[in-house]
Protein backbone atom coordinates (compact mmCIF):
# COMPACT_ATOMS: atom_id res chain seq x y z
CA UNK A 1 0.00 0.00 0.00
CA UNK A 2 1.24 3.43 -0.72
CA UNK A 3 1.63 5.47 2.41
CA UNK A 4 0.35 9.30 2.38
CA UNK A 5 3.48 11.37 2.45
CA UNK A 6 2.84 14.95 3.90
CA UNK A 7 5.75 17.27 3.35
CA UNK A 8 4.49 20.61 2.89
CA UNK A 9 6.15 24.03 3.69
CA UNK A 10 3.55 26.67 3.52
CA UNK A 11 3.69 29.75 6.05
CA UNK A 12 -0.23 30.25 5.90
CA UNK A 13 -0.20 26.51 7.37
CA UNK A 14 -0.18 27.94 10.64
CA UNK A 15 -3.56 27.87 11.61
CA UNK A 16 -3.91 24.51 11.11
CA UNK A 17 -0.78 22.90 12.93
CA UNK A 18 -1.27 21.51 16.43
CA UNK A 19 -1.59 23.48 19.41
CA UNK A 20 2.26 22.51 20.50
CA UNK A 21 3.79 24.73 17.83
CA UNK A 22 2.05 27.44 18.42
CA UNK A 23 2.27 27.13 22.03
CA UNK A 24 5.97 26.91 21.08
CA UNK A 25 5.76 30.20 18.97
CA UNK A 26 3.74 32.56 21.27
CA UNK A 27 6.65 31.56 24.24
CA UNK A 28 9.31 32.53 22.05
CA UNK A 29 7.80 36.09 21.17
CA UNK A 30 6.74 36.42 24.88
CA UNK A 31 10.16 35.34 26.34
CA UNK A 32 11.98 38.02 23.55
CA UNK A 33 9.63 40.57 24.79
CA UNK A 34 10.07 39.84 28.81
CA UNK A 35 13.77 39.65 27.83
CA UNK A 36 14.14 42.95 26.46
CA UNK A 37 11.92 44.67 28.51
CA UNK A 38 14.00 43.69 31.46
CA UNK A 39 17.44 44.51 30.06
CA UNK A 40 16.46 47.74 29.06
CA UNK A 41 14.79 49.04 31.84
CA UNK A 42 17.23 47.16 34.30
CA UNK A 43 20.78 47.45 32.77
CA UNK A 44 22.71 50.27 32.27
CA UNK A 45 22.22 51.86 28.55
CA UNK A 46 25.08 51.91 26.26
CA UNK A 47 25.18 54.73 23.39
CA UNK A 48 23.35 53.12 20.23
CA UNK A 49 24.88 55.72 17.70
CA UNK A 50 28.25 54.00 18.27
CA UNK A 51 26.53 50.23 17.82
CA UNK A 52 24.25 51.10 14.59
CA UNK A 53 25.89 48.56 12.65
CA UNK A 54 26.57 45.98 15.27
CA UNK A 55 22.81 46.33 16.33
CA UNK A 56 21.81 45.98 12.71
CA UNK A 57 23.43 43.07 11.54
CA UNK A 58 22.10 41.44 15.11
CA UNK A 59 18.68 42.37 14.40
CA UNK A 60 18.53 41.01 10.79
CA UNK A 61 20.08 37.59 12.89
CA UNK A 62 17.38 37.18 14.96
CA UNK A 63 14.48 38.20 12.70
CA UNK A 64 16.12 35.33 10.39
CA UNK A 65 16.40 32.76 12.56
CA UNK A 66 12.65 33.96 13.92
CA UNK A 67 11.79 33.19 10.34
CA UNK A 68 13.30 29.82 9.96
CA UNK A 69 11.44 28.67 13.90
CA UNK A 70 7.95 29.82 11.95
CA UNK A 71 9.05 28.04 8.65
CA UNK A 72 9.85 24.78 10.79
CA UNK A 73 6.29 25.14 12.80
CA UNK A 74 4.97 25.35 9.40
CA UNK A 75 6.06 22.21 7.99
CA UNK A 76 5.27 18.37 8.23
CA UNK A 77 8.46 17.24 8.95
CA UNK A 78 8.80 14.10 10.83
CA UNK A 79 9.22 13.95 14.63
CA UNK A 80 12.75 13.85 15.28
CA UNK A 81 13.44 16.27 12.62
CA UNK A 82 11.02 18.78 14.10
CA UNK A 83 12.27 18.60 18.01
CA UNK A 84 15.82 18.78 16.77
CA UNK A 85 15.07 21.79 14.63
CA UNK A 86 12.38 23.71 16.65
CA UNK A 87 14.40 23.90 20.34
CA UNK A 88 17.38 24.08 18.33
CA UNK A 89 16.05 27.25 16.77
CA UNK A 90 14.29 28.69 20.04
CA UNK A 91 17.99 28.46 21.78
CA UNK A 92 19.64 30.10 18.79
CA UNK A 93 16.95 32.65 19.28
CA UNK A 94 17.25 32.91 23.13
CA UNK A 95 21.16 33.61 22.08
CA UNK A 96 20.72 35.88 19.18
CA UNK A 97 18.10 37.87 21.57
CA UNK A 98 20.59 38.52 24.19
CA UNK A 99 23.40 39.21 21.15
CA UNK A 100 20.96 42.07 19.98
CA UNK A 101 20.86 43.53 23.67
CA UNK A 102 24.36 43.82 24.34
CA UNK A 103 24.19 46.29 21.39
CA UNK A 104 21.67 48.57 23.98
CA UNK A 105 22.80 47.74 27.33
CA UNK A 106 25.63 46.56 29.47
CA UNK A 107 24.90 43.04 30.45
CA UNK A 108 26.40 41.21 33.11
CA UNK A 109 29.20 39.20 32.12
CA UNK A 110 27.17 35.83 32.39
CA UNK A 111 24.48 37.04 30.42
CA UNK A 112 26.70 38.75 27.44
CA UNK A 113 29.50 35.75 27.46
CA UNK A 114 28.34 32.61 29.42
CA UNK A 115 24.17 32.50 28.46
CA UNK A 116 24.79 34.13 24.97
CA UNK A 117 26.89 32.00 23.60
CA UNK A 118 25.89 28.51 24.99
CA UNK A 119 22.45 28.87 23.67
CA UNK A 120 23.74 29.78 20.05
CA UNK A 121 26.52 26.78 20.45
CA UNK A 122 24.13 24.47 21.46
CA UNK A 123 20.84 25.96 19.32
CA UNK A 124 23.30 25.93 16.06
CA UNK A 125 24.34 22.30 16.78
CA UNK A 126 19.87 20.85 17.54
CA UNK A 127 19.73 22.89 14.41
CA UNK A 128 22.13 21.32 12.22
CA UNK A 129 21.06 17.93 13.47
CA UNK A 130 17.17 18.66 13.07
CA UNK A 131 18.68 19.88 8.95
CA UNK A 132 20.49 16.42 8.55
CA UNK A 133 17.14 14.40 10.03
CA UNK A 134 14.78 16.86 7.78
CA UNK A 135 17.44 15.65 4.68
CA UNK A 136 17.27 12.33 5.64
CA UNK A 137 13.54 12.00 5.29
CA UNK A 138 13.45 14.28 2.67
CA UNK A 139 16.02 11.29 0.85
CA UNK A 140 13.70 8.44 2.59
CA UNK A 141 10.28 10.05 0.34
CA UNK A 142 12.24 10.57 -2.33
CA UNK A 143 14.01 6.62 -2.32
CA UNK A 144 10.26 4.88 -1.58
CA UNK A 145 8.61 7.16 -4.24
CA UNK A 146 11.74 6.38 -6.60
CA UNK A 147 11.06 2.53 -6.21
CA UNK A 148 6.96 2.54 -5.89
CA UNK A 149 7.34 4.41 -9.36
CA UNK A 150 9.40 1.30 -11.19
CA UNK A 151 6.97 -1.80 -9.19
CA UNK A 152 3.29 -2.90 -9.67
CA UNK A 153 2.00 -2.36 -6.25
CA UNK A 154 0.02 -6.13 -6.36
CA UNK A 155 3.39 -8.17 -7.63
CA UNK A 156 6.24 -6.17 -6.39
CA UNK A 157 7.83 -6.97 -10.00
CA UNK A 158 9.33 -4.34 -12.01
CA UNK A 159 5.72 -2.39 -14.03
CA UNK A 160 5.57 -1.66 -17.66
CA UNK A 161 6.61 1.88 -16.90
CA UNK A 162 10.35 0.13 -15.90
CA UNK A 163 9.78 -2.28 -18.45
CA UNK A 164 9.32 0.37 -21.26
CA UNK A 165 12.50 2.09 -19.93
CA UNK A 166 14.75 -0.30 -19.61
CA UNK A 167 13.91 -1.51 -23.53
CA UNK A 168 14.70 1.80 -24.37
CA UNK A 169 17.88 2.41 -22.21
CA UNK A 170 19.37 -0.97 -22.30
CA UNK A 171 20.68 -0.02 -26.40
CA UNK A 172 21.15 -3.89 -27.18
CA UNK A 173 20.50 -4.95 -30.62
CA UNK A 174 18.50 -7.13 -31.71
CA UNK A 175 16.52 -8.44 -28.61
CA UNK A 176 13.15 -10.39 -28.24
CA UNK A 177 10.18 -9.43 -26.72
CA UNK A 178 7.95 -12.10 -24.76
CA UNK A 179 4.16 -10.97 -24.14
CA UNK A 180 3.17 -13.19 -21.64
CA UNK A 181 -1.34 -13.56 -21.23
CA UNK A 182 -2.43 -15.80 -18.58
CA UNK A 183 -5.50 -18.12 -20.33
CA UNK A 184 -8.82 -17.64 -19.09
CA UNK A 185 -8.21 -15.56 -16.38
CA UNK A 186 -11.56 -14.14 -16.71
CA UNK A 187 -13.37 -17.30 -15.72
CA UNK A 188 -10.40 -18.24 -12.75
CA UNK A 189 -11.64 -14.99 -11.22
CA UNK A 190 -15.35 -15.91 -11.82
CA UNK A 191 -14.92 -19.35 -10.53
CA UNK A 192 -12.82 -18.85 -7.51
CA UNK A 193 -13.28 -15.14 -6.89
CA UNK A 194 -11.08 -12.13 -7.57
CA UNK A 195 -8.89 -12.65 -4.58
CA UNK A 196 -7.68 -15.86 -5.57
CA UNK A 197 -7.24 -14.61 -9.21
CA UNK A 198 -4.65 -12.26 -7.29
CA UNK A 199 -2.62 -14.55 -5.36
CA UNK A 200 -2.36 -16.77 -9.08
CA UNK A 201 -0.63 -13.09 -10.00
CA UNK A 202 1.46 -12.75 -7.35
CA UNK A 203 2.40 -16.54 -7.50
CA UNK A 204 3.45 -16.41 -10.96
CA UNK A 205 5.05 -13.15 -11.38
CA UNK A 206 7.08 -14.33 -8.32
CA UNK A 207 8.07 -17.49 -10.07
CA UNK A 208 8.85 -15.60 -13.70
CA UNK A 209 10.83 -12.79 -11.82
CA UNK A 210 13.16 -15.51 -10.47
CA UNK A 211 13.41 -17.29 -13.76
CA UNK A 212 14.78 -14.08 -15.54
CA UNK A 213 18.18 -14.04 -14.05
CA UNK A 214 21.27 -11.87 -15.66
CA UNK A 215 20.10 -9.32 -18.46
CA UNK A 216 16.82 -10.66 -19.13
CA UNK A 217 13.84 -8.55 -18.06
CA UNK A 218 10.57 -9.21 -16.34
CA UNK A 219 7.56 -7.18 -15.86
CA UNK A 220 3.81 -6.69 -15.54
CA UNK A 221 2.37 -4.91 -18.59
CA UNK A 222 -0.77 -4.67 -16.87
CA UNK A 223 -3.86 -7.71 -15.51
CA UNK A 224 -3.14 -10.49 -16.75
CA UNK A 225 -0.42 -9.61 -19.08
CA UNK A 226 3.29 -9.62 -18.11
CA UNK A 227 6.62 -8.52 -20.41
CA UNK A 228 9.89 -10.07 -21.08
CA UNK A 229 13.11 -8.21 -22.28
CA UNK A 230 15.98 -10.73 -23.61
CA UNK A 231 18.92 -8.71 -24.73
CA UNK A 232 20.20 -11.82 -27.49
CA UNK A 233 19.92 -12.75 -30.95
CA UNK A 234 19.83 -16.03 -30.65
CA UNK A 235 15.89 -17.25 -31.62
CA UNK A 236 16.33 -21.02 -30.24
CA UNK A 237 17.56 -19.78 -26.75
CA UNK A 238 14.10 -17.52 -26.47
CA UNK A 239 12.18 -20.31 -27.53
CA UNK A 240 13.33 -22.84 -25.01
CA UNK A 241 13.13 -20.29 -22.44
CA UNK A 242 9.23 -19.46 -23.35
CA UNK A 243 8.52 -22.90 -23.20
CA UNK A 244 10.33 -23.24 -19.80
CA UNK A 245 7.78 -20.32 -19.20
CA UNK A 246 4.89 -22.44 -20.02
CA UNK A 247 6.36 -25.37 -17.90
CA UNK A 248 7.05 -23.28 -15.26
CA UNK A 249 2.93 -22.21 -15.15
CA UNK A 250 2.11 -25.93 -15.01
CA UNK A 251 3.43 -26.20 -11.55
CA UNK A 252 1.01 -23.76 -10.16
CA UNK A 253 -2.01 -24.66 -8.85
CA UNK A 254 -5.64 -23.14 -8.49
CA UNK A 255 -6.86 -24.44 -5.33
CA UNK A 256 -6.02 -27.41 -6.45
CA UNK A 257 -8.66 -28.17 -8.98
CA UNK A 258 -6.42 -27.37 -12.03
CA UNK A 259 -3.05 -25.43 -12.93
CA UNK A 260 -2.51 -22.59 -14.75
CA UNK A 261 -1.51 -22.12 -17.99
CA UNK A 262 -0.39 -18.91 -20.59
CA UNK A 263 0.55 -18.05 -23.98
CA UNK A 264 3.11 -16.45 -25.24
CA UNK A 265 4.21 -14.25 -28.41
CA UNK A 266 7.86 -14.15 -28.96
CA UNK A 267 9.16 -11.28 -31.33
CA UNK A 268 12.86 -10.69 -32.67
CA UNK A 269 13.44 -6.66 -33.01
CA UNK A 270 14.55 -6.47 -36.81
CA UNK A 271 17.60 -4.06 -37.77
CA UNK A 272 16.28 -0.33 -36.48
CA UNK A 273 12.97 -1.61 -35.21
CA UNK A 274 11.70 0.80 -32.95
CA UNK A 275 10.28 -1.03 -29.54
CA UNK A 276 6.46 -0.23 -30.31
CA UNK A 277 6.59 -2.04 -33.72
CA UNK A 278 8.53 -4.89 -31.96
CA UNK A 279 6.02 -4.75 -28.91
CA UNK A 280 3.39 -5.12 -31.43
CA UNK A 281 4.19 -7.29 -33.75
CA UNK A 282 4.75 -9.76 -29.82
CA UNK A 283 1.02 -8.52 -29.17
CA UNK A 284 0.43 -10.51 -32.68
CA UNK A 285 1.91 -13.71 -31.99
CA UNK A 286 0.31 -13.63 -28.86
CA UNK A 287 -3.03 -13.31 -30.31
CA UNK A 288 -2.05 -16.33 -32.74
CA UNK A 289 -1.31 -18.62 -29.78
CA UNK A 290 -4.22 -17.73 -28.32
CA UNK A 291 -6.04 -18.23 -31.44
CA UNK A 292 -3.95 -22.09 -31.86
CA UNK A 293 -5.10 -22.92 -28.39
CA UNK A 294 -3.16 -21.20 -25.82
CA UNK A 295 -0.93 -23.02 -23.57
CA UNK A 296 1.72 -22.42 -26.14
CA UNK A 297 3.83 -19.71 -27.64
CA UNK A 298 4.27 -18.55 -31.20
CA UNK A 299 6.80 -16.38 -32.98
CA UNK A 300 5.97 -13.03 -34.60
CA UNK A 301 7.34 -13.05 -38.10
N1 LIG B 1 -7.89 -10.82 -9.90
C1 LIG B 1 -7.48 -9.91 -10.78
N2 LIG B 1 -8.01 -9.90 -12.02
C2 LIG B 1 -7.57 -8.99 -12.91
C3 LIG B 1 -6.58 -8.04 -12.58
N3 LIG B 1 -6.37 -7.27 -13.69
C4 LIG B 1 -7.16 -7.72 -14.65
N4 LIG B 1 -7.90 -8.77 -14.20
C5 LIG B 1 -8.92 -9.56 -14.92
O1 LIG B 1 -8.32 -10.27 -15.95
C6 LIG B 1 -9.36 -10.64 -16.84
C7 LIG B 1 -8.84 -10.61 -18.25
O2 LIG B 1 -9.84 -11.12 -19.06
P1 LIG B 1 -9.71 -11.25 -20.61
O3 LIG B 1 -8.97 -10.06 -21.18
O4 LIG B 1 -11.09 -11.51 -21.15
O5 LIG B 1 -8.77 -12.46 -20.84
P2 LIG B 1 -8.90 -13.99 -20.42
O6 LIG B 1 -10.13 -14.30 -19.67
O7 LIG B 1 -7.62 -14.31 -19.74
O8 LIG B 1 -8.99 -14.70 -21.79
P3 LIG B 1 -7.80 -15.04 -22.79
O9 LIG B 1 -6.74 -14.00 -22.55
O10 LIG B 1 -8.39 -14.94 -24.13
O11 LIG B 1 -7.33 -16.40 -22.46
C8 LIG B 1 -10.52 -9.67 -16.60
O12 LIG B 1 -11.59 -10.36 -16.05
C9 LIG B 1 -9.95 -8.68 -15.58
O13 LIG B 1 -10.93 -8.28 -14.65
C10 LIG B 1 -6.06 -8.06 -11.26
O14 LIG B 1 -5.20 -7.26 -10.87
N5 LIG B 1 -6.52 -9.00 -10.41
Same mark, same amino acid.
Request: glycine share 4%.
Given at each position: ?16 ? &? ?11 ? +? ?5 ? +?? !? ?8 ? =? ?73 ? !???? /? ?14 ? !? ?17 ? /? ?9 ? /? ?14 ? *? ?18 ? #????? =??? #? ?8 ? /?? &? ?20 ? =? ?17 ? =? *? &? ?25 ? &?
Amino acid at each position: MIETVKLTVKLSNFYKM &PLINKVLSLALLI +YIAIFSA +YS !LTNFPPLQVQ =NNVYGFTTDFINLIVIIFLFWMVQCSELSKKAYIFSSFGLLLWSIGTTADVLDELVVQPYWISIYFEDLCRTSGM !LLTS /YGLFKTMRFVQSINNR !LARELIIDDLTKVHNRRYF /YQHAKDAQHSP /YVILIIDIDHFKMIND *EFGHDVGDVMLKELATKYDN #AFTHQ =NKF #ARLGGEEFGG /YL &PTNNMTQACDFSQQLIDLAHTI =NIQNSRHLTVSIGVAMQTP =N *E &PLDKVMKRADQALYLAKKSGRDRFEIA &P
